[in-house]
């Protein structure tokens, strides 16, 4: 072992040492109050570093016991009938009653109990239960009920109703009698172990480290074009495309797999030799001679962390190369010393230049061709977007939501030099996938909702890694613009971005895992009765993970679990279905999730008819910008049809029909967002008269980072200070669907304000023309 690994080891033994000298006091990961937001930000982004782990010495962690619902037993006749009364006399529900009041306040009873895995709350849960299962059954088996009878005529002791207590506890909490079974399943200390076919080769894992546009992802890909068969797994699907095309334009045939599409380049469908995949979609049973794993400092992200720890560890290849952050190295040689594999790591430096710049642009009138504007809302899009129609230019948008073909529909519109677009207003969405040609990055706010690790939206600044994948887009090496530029829209802003650039990306220390369908089955087997939503729960309560891994958030899995649960599905197909990628907070998708869950669930195929009746296709082009994201809507209910389409083909039959009615789709959000300013300002005419009751606007950066929240909170006051006048506006409809933003409202207020002052001036100058023409007339009129 070389002397820097020695080293690199003893600092993360002090680490963890730290950590968990830290817990006993803080129970969580330390934030100091000198760097407030940033710093706390750059720790959030370090991984969960507030996660229970357990080395593979530790003792296991006790179960979380609010998760554990009891089993409803059903209150049937006995078998037994009536031979406890016969043997003995009918009980007194009183004596009963008292007898078993005595029994539940006995600490030796609860403490035998505990022993057994029922703690205070399921002792207390257990025996309600089994008190009213014995004075509410009109026949109690012939043993327990002679016990009873003993113990209220005196012949017994309170004590001897412990057993029977305990087999009751048992039945509505089956999970205390497999608890270790359980745990067996749920241990994910080793995952290494899970893909045998890895680890029957011996790899070899080449790390290409480097910034954005340092030609990292170049290399890996020609070693992949120059191999006999190969594989290659990234974060998104646009960059799967376009190693997709690059592949088959070199002459080597490739196929595209993604998880709503399947290409093959043969046309009988034999598998081509190379295959360019979304990462979850990568097979770990397929040989190859070379994969590329993409974006690998992704291994730590919340939701998706997972599929980077499966493809790292279980894809079979010859050859593994890695693409990433630098912070991403010492973590990736550390999981591959869990497989016997070394590492080779090859560094590459920036190939163009970028420069944070000394003034913020502060003003839209200040922008120039190639400039990109950084917001993290689609409300900022709409703002910026429109104010900047208003002085004359043309932006293109690209936000995360745009399909696939709109986005790149929109970069060729921002790149092409014979366009007059040359302003681009997106979000993050530009930091992997596209390729722009992009001058000056101007953030226009540097908060950003995220979630944390326990799947709750908080607003922070940004982090050191995401600010330098957004920075790096600018000057990119195959752009005209061979050196970057950053800066951001706020004055306030540009000291803030500049600390946050100045810090090191925090080290990788952690990977994500998932439970798996096989896992969660197994569940099923020892506790039939419980919700996939609570045997997930369960699951993650007892599984135990070393210092080096952590369980994904699975929030969005139980929130599907929770919304399909009554529809009758056996567990294999509710599980699939919980893991398409459907974004929550759209409820039109939501209802179509749950109509396709339905109609699947009676055994009916959903034919493309059945869909266009769901969707109301045809659709028209949108009229405003609700109408807008309605079709984005509609894109993402069709992305889940082909998504699962691949998962149970003989029930969503119609798949070319449902691809070619996208793309049709597509079209028409490609002409929306062409149009997008438009869409902004044409709504119903009660909107402008909502705006002219409001009280005078006030200018304030609603994205700035000093200011954001104070700021937000003068924009409630400006929305509860409309009154009345607006609770039945649409504007006040789209304030509350959050399509539009106060900071909007007003700036389309100034906007309308000049329009009609220009109309009345306009309107005044023809009034005075015609009656001063009229005056005339009356004079000639005299003089005749």
């Given at each position: ?414 790149n092409d030099p014979d366009d007059p677009c040359k302003i681009l207003v997106a979000t993050d969405a ?6 722009l040609s992009i001058k000056r990055i101007i953030f226009n706010s540097l908060i950003k909702p995220n ?334």
């Amino acid at each position: 072992m070389s002397v820097n690994r020695c080293m690199y080891l003893f600092s993360r033994l002090q680490r963890h040492i730290s950590t968990r000298t830290g817990r006993t006091t803080a129970g969580s990961c330390h934030v100091s109050s000198g760097s407030g937001l940033l710093h706390k930000q750059q720790q959030a982004g370090a991984g969960v570093c507030s996660r229970n782990v357990s080395s593979n010495s530790s003792s296991p962690k006790p179960p979380d016991t609010s998760l554990f619902v009891p089993v409803s037993l059903k209150t049937d006749f006995s078998a037994d009938g009536s031979v406890g009364i016969e043997l003995t006399q009918p009980l007194d529900k009183n004596e009963l009653l008292k007898v078993l009041n005595r029994f539940y306040k006995k600490k030796e009873m609860q403490k035998m109990a505990a022993d057994h895995g029922l703690d205070a709350r399921l002792f207390h849960q257990a025996f309600i239960s089994f008190r009213k299962y014995v004075l509410e059954m009109t026949s109690l088996p012939a043993d327990l009920h002679i016990i009873l009878s003993d113990i209220c005529s005196g012949a017994g002791h309170v004590d001897d109703i412990y057993p029977y207590f305990m087999r009751h506890a048992k039945q509505i909490f089956p999970m205390l009698d497999c608890m270790e079974d359980l745990r067996k399943i749920s241990d994910l200390r080793v995952p290494a172990n899970w893909y045998p076919e890895a680890r029957a080769i011996q790899r070899k894992v080449i790390f290409h480290a480097g910034p954005t546009n340092s030609g990292k992802t170049y290399h890996a890909i020609q070693r992949y074009l120059a191999a006999k068969s190969g594989v290659y797994c990234g974060p998104l699907k646009l960059l799967a495309h376009e190693i997709f095309e690059k592949s088959n334009n070199a002459g080597v045939p490739c196929d595209l797999v993604t998880g709503e599409e399947r290409t093959f380049m043969d046309l009988d469908g034999r598998a081509a030799g190379h295959v360019a995949c979304t990462i979850e979609m990568c097979s770990v049973t397929t040989p190859y001679e070379v994969a590329v794993i993409d974006e690998i400092q992704m291994i730590r992200d919340l939701s998706r962390g997972w599929a980077w720890t499966r493809a790292l560890l279980g894809l079979c290849a010859e050859e593994i190369h890695v693409c990433g952050e630098p912070a991403a190295i010492d973590f990736i040689r550390e999981l591959m010393f869990t497989t016997g594999e070394e590492v080779e790591v090859n560094t590459y430096q920036r190939l163009t230049p970028f420069t944070i710049l000394d003034h913020a642009v502060e003003s839209l009138d200040n922008l120039r061709p190639g400039d990109c504007i950084v917001c993290f809302s689609k409300n900022d899009i709409y703002s910026i977007s429109r104010q900047i129609e208003a002085r004359g230019l043309e932006c293109a948008v690209i936000y995360g939501s745009l399909p696939p073909g709109t986005k790149l529909s929109q970069a060729k519109k921002f790149n092409d030099p014979d366009d007059p677009c040359k302003i681009l207003v997106a979000t993050d969405a530009i930091g992997m996938g596209l390729n722009l040609s992009i001058k000056r990055i101007i953030f226009n706010s540097l908060i950003k909702p995220n979630v944390n690790e326990k799947g709750e939206k908080q607003m922070e600044a940004i982090s050191t890694s995401q600010a330098l994948q957004i920075s790096g887009r600018a000057g990119r090496f195959s752009s005209k613009f061979k050196e970057g530029e950053v800066t951001t829209m706020h004055r306030d802003d540009l000291p803030v971005l500049k600390e946050i650039l100045s810090h090191s990306v925090d080290p990788i220390e952690t990977a994500g895992l998932h439970p798996t369908a096989e896992q969660i089955e197994m569940f099923a087997y020892h506790l039939p009765d419980a919700t996939l939503s609570n045997l997930v729960d369960i699951f993650v309560s007892l599984s135990q993970v070393d210092g080096m891994y952590f369980v994904c958030n699975i929030d969005d899995f139980k929130f599907l679990a929770d919304m399909i649960q009554h529809i009758p599905l056996n567990l294999r197909s509710r599980y699939v279905f919980c893991t398409a990628p459907i974004n929550k907070k759209q409820p039109f998708v939501c209802t179509s999730f749950l109509k396709f869950a339905r109609q699947f669930s009676r055994d009916e195929p959903l034919t493309f008819d059945w869909v266009c009746r769901h969707v109301g296709w045809p659709l028209s082009a949108p009229k405003n910008i609700k109408d807008l994201v309605h079709l984005e809507a509609v894109h993402d209910v069709f992305d889940l049809y082909l998504w699962l389409s691949y998962r149970f083909m003989d029930m969503f039959p119609d798949t070319a029909l449902v691809r070619e009615t996208q793309r049709e789709l597509d079209d028409i959000i490609q002409q929306g967002v062409r149009n997008i300013t438009r869409l902004i300002r044409a709504t119903d005419p009660t909107i402008t008269d909502s705006l002219q009751t409001q009280g005078r606007p006030s200018v304030g950066n609603s994205g700035s980072a000093s200011s954001s929240y104070s700021t937000h909170s003068r924009g409630q006051r400006g929305q509860r200070g409309s009154g009345e006048m607006m609770d039945r506006s649409l504007a006040s409809r789209l304030v509350r669907d959050g399509l539009l933003t106060p900071d909007l409202l007003r700036q389309l207020q100034r906007e309308w304000s000049k329009d009609q002052k220009q109309e009345f001036s306009n309107q005044s100058a023809l009034d005075t023309e015609h009656h001063n023409n009229n005056n005339k007339g009356k004079r000639k009129k005299k003089k005749k």
